[in-house]
């Protein structure tokens, strides 16, 4: 059984930096990829970054790109979002997710397995 833990989400001010992590459990982690993506309130939930664990491949989106920094540790099997910059519309709770496969995708109905969240609030 799969299961993904999310940690470190918090209130900072626009500017600030916060570093999430998902304690993931159940599988060896080596065929999958790892995802972040975050949901507002009113929004559909919208992809952020990925990782391929055995390549360490990465993907993210746009609005992220150049601020944001997915990264994993092999041996604690843990994936890292480290967020820089943060700005107000990057508030939102964000989720961990779990593909099996290499496909760094970015498409949520690609990915199987989902911890419950962390909220991040980012205030102006």
């Known amino acids: 059984q799969v299961q993904l833990v999310e940690s470190g989400g918090g209130l900072v001010q626009a500017g600030g930096s916060l570093r999430l992590s998902c304690a993931a459990s159940?599988?060896?982690?080596?065929?999958?990829?790892m995802g972040w993506f975050r949901q507002a309130p009113g929004k559909d939930r919208e992809f952020v970054a990925a990782?391929?664990?055995?390549?360490?491949?990465?993907n993210y989106a746009d609005s992220v790109k150049d601020r944001f920094t997915i990264s994993r540790d092999n041996a604690g099997n843990t994936v890292y979002l480290q967020m820089n910059s943060l700005k107000p519309e990057d508030t939102a709770v964000y989720y961990c997710?779990?593909?099996?496969?290499?496909?760094?995708?970015?498409?949520?109905?690609?990915?199987?397995?989902w911890g419950q969240g962390t909220q991040v609030t980012v205030s102006s």
């Open positions: 990782i391929r664990w055995s390549t360490a491949y990465t």
């Open positions: 159940g599988r060896t982690f080596s065929t999958y990829v």
């Open positions: 997710a779990a593909r099996l496969g290499t496909s760094v995708v970015a498409g949520a109905t690609r990915y199987d397995y």
